[in-house]
């Protein structure tokens, strides 16, 4: 089966999901992880095959700066700030882009 995952790029949301990945694939499942660009070299050195979209948006290195704000809350204050600011703008970028992304992708 072929199995596709998408990430934020943080990595309280990337080891876990890398780790059920590799899990997986260890099963005999065929793993894409898709990400922006500074999601790919946590995949590939996970030995996952990687889809990069987003380029345009989230050149690679510019995720750091764009959720550095987040890293100095915590709790409710981070989850509110996800919600309502980056992470709101991330999803409405990532959903134009994945629609394609995917299909490419042969999922």
Request: hydrophobic fraction near 40%.
């Amino acid at each position: 089966m072929k199995i596709g995952f998408i990430s934020m790029p943080l990595t309280g949301h990337l080891n876990p999901m890398i780790a059920l990945s590799r899990k997986l694939q260890s099963r005999g499942h065929e793993i894409v992880f898709i990400g922006v660009p500074d999601v790919g070299p946590y995949a590939c050195a996970a030995g996952l095959d990687f889809v990069s979209y987003c380029e345009e948006e989230f050149p690679a290195g510019s995720c750091a700066s764009a959720l550095a704000p987040v890293a100095k809350l915590h709790g409710t204050e981070a989850t509110r700030w996800t919600i309502q600011g980056a992470g709101r703008a991330f999803f409405q970028i990532a959903s134009q882009h994945l629609p394609g992304t995917l299909a490419e992708t042969g999922g």
